[in-house]
Nanobody, 117 residues
Framework: VQLVESGGGLVQAGGSLTLSCAAS????????LGWYRQAPGKRRELIAT????????NYADSVKGRFTISRDNAKNTMYLQMNSLEPEDTAVYYC???????????WGQGTQVTVSS
């Protein structure tokens, strides 16, 4: 599985952005897709997950109610709709795919999101 993120950029506080994560390769093996972020000097943080089979979602408290994760299985693409962005949301955002079985999870290259105050 290979992952490519897109959609990052610079936005003012209160604004919105949508990130995309396109998957290729053995996509049928993907069990859970997730979005992580890493701000400068901080640990990488899991912010949202979605299961491939039934679309169940989970969110970190820091983004709950503002961010929405979704996936389009026909397009092999996952999305992160981010609303009401805050300067604290500034980070590099990564998508992650965890497959069934012992295969290690796969990461995308990351996309920068910068929220100005």
């Amino acid at each position: 599985v290979q992952l490519v993120e897109s959609g990052g950029g610079l936005v003012q506080a209160g604004g919105s952005l949508t990130l995309s994560c396109a998957a290729s390769g053995s996509t049928l093996s993907i069990n859970v897709l997730g979005w992580y972020r890493q701000a400068p000097g901080k640990r990488r943080e899991l912010i949202a997950t979605i299961t491939s089979s039934n679309g169940n979602t989970n969110y970190a408290d820091s983004v709950k109610g503002r961010f929405t994760i979704s996936r389009d299985n026909a397009k092999n693409t996952m999305y992160l709709q981010m609303n009401s962005l805050e300067p604290e949301d500034t980070a590099v955002y990564y998508c992650n795919a965890a497959s069934y079985g012992p295969t290690p999870p796969v990461w995308g290259q990351g996309t920068q999101v910068t929220v100005s105050s």
